[in-house]
Nanobody, 125 residues
Framework: QVQLVESGGGLVQAGGSLRLSCAAS????????MGWFRQAPGKEREFVAT?????????RYADSVKGRFTISRDNAKNTVYLQMDSLKPEDTAVYYC?????????????????WGQGTQVTVSS
């Protein structure tokens, strides 16, 4: 049974940092795309960042987080991370980790096959 478990969320002041982790179990995701999405109250789930490894790290970011967030992965630990710096109140949301059975990095939620339960990130002004 595949499980993705997120951790690292919490309450932080604007300008602060948080590091989210997503530990996968049940199968290895080496060679598969993994990503982060978020959903704020009353809004649709939106893409944040995605990563795969193709000789070198291949990453994509939403324009709203580019330059502030960094996605990385540790294949040995089957874990993906999201370092979030210079946080803004508009980053407040539940953050979800996702993993794909495919290798192509994608921003489309429907292309991901496995999802975590989410971790709350709240940024106060």
């Amino acid at each position: 049974q595949v499980q993705l478990v997120e951790s690292g969320g919490g309450l932080v002041q604007a300008g602060g940092s948080l590091r989210l982790s997503c530990a996968a179990s049940g199968r290895t995701f080496v060679g598969n795309a993994m990503g982060w999405f978020r959903q704020a109250p009353g809004k649709e789930r939106e893409f944040v960042a995605t990563i795969n490894w193709g000789g070198g790290a291949v990453t994509r970011y939403a324009d709203s987080v580019k330059g502030r967030f960094t996605i990385s992965r540790d294949n040995a630990k089957n874990t993906v991370y999201l370092q979030m710096d210079s946080l803004k109140p508009e980053d407040t949301a539940v953050y979800y980790c996702a993993a794909s059975k495919g290798s192509v990095v994608t921003t489309t939620p429907g292309r991901y096959d496995y999802w975590g339960q989410g971790t709350q990130v709240t940024v106060s002004s």
